[in-house]
């Protein structure tokens, strides 16, 4: 029964790809906002490669025209250099609302702005979903939890959240997004949906953009020490970004409305974590002790058992697996094409 259901609004299709012998599948309009950054575009290439039209619509400001340019002259892509904070009309059936920094360096380098685009931009693109009926799937984050009370982190939990610290304008910007988001689905009877995304890594990962699996790739290749903060004893669960896109889609295509929890629940200290890419990339690679930043959560796990029950999704990549994929791109990026055939 969870395979086919018929949606009153305009995106009608049929749930996990599964199409009834002798029908197609109609092809879907999607705009993904963020879609030049490093989630989004991995999630365009899926869309695109199933047949739909993307829209993407980004400023630029952490993602690049690099992450998509490969779809340029692609009928059904189109990319518009677009603020979220302003107003937009667009036609779509679906609307995957990623656009937003992700890591901690970025949004705190204007948090003012951040929060604007969490908030404004959010429910720009909900009104965007209200008056032309498509379906809106928000990004939230497992920053929501803040530094958590309860582990591993389920659905349910309400968060610790300090309302005032230099992580708010992300965490509680989100909050209040996913609350808008909330509120347009009662009110307004919008369909929604809402991820809540664990640490993902992969390919096209800003290489300088300070979050922990970028930086420590970057610094054994660059043959410099890996900067571990605090005591290297606080714990992050890595997801690789192709089970994140998956589970993406298939809470877009589902019937549930979340929040559900989507990332990988292996869970590494970040010492271990450093011994990981010791392992994949430089073994001689040194470790250096840095001072924390403020209000970092102590761990961070999620229960992802809502989202297997409902879903049927859970991570196939262990960090093991994945991390290599991602050296694989940032060799390329950093010493250039010649080099990584070399070394
Ligand atoms: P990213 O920084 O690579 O991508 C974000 C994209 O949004 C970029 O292309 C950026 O240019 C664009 N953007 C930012 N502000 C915008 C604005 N005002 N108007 C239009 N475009 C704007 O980050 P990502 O890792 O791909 O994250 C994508 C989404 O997933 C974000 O909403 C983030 O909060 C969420 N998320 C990511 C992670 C993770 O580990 N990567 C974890 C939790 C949540
Ligand atoms: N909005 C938009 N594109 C649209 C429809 C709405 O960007 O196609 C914006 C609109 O400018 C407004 C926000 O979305 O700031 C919320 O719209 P809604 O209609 O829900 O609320 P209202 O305009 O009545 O405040
Ligand atoms: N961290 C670290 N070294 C770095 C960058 C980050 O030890 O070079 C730590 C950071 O203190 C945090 C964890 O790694 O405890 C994850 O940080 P990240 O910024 O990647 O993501 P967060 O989960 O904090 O948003």
Redesign the pocket.
Known sequence: AAHHRDLSGPARHFVGGKVPLGLKRKALRVLVTGGAGFVGSHLVDRLLERGDSVIVVDNLFTGRKDNVVHHFGNPNFEMIRHDVVEPILLEVDQIYHLACP????HYKYNPVKTIKTNVVGTLNMLGLAKRINARFLLTS???VYGDPLQHPQVETYWGNVNPIGV?SCYDEGKRTAETLTMDYHRGANLEVRIARIF?TYGPRMCIDD???????VA?ALRKEP?????D?K?T?SFQYVSDLVEGLMKLMEGEHVGPFNLGNPGEFT?LE?AKVVQDTIDPNARIEF?Q??QD??HK?KPDISRAKELLGWEPKIPLREGLPLMVTDFRKRIFGDQDSTTT
């Open positions: 992700a890591s901690p360096v984050t497992s920053e992580r640490n300070g979050r922990v699996v970028s930086n420590f610094q890996l900067t571990v903060y605090g290297g606080q992050r970040m974590l840095r924390n930043t970092d959560p961070r």
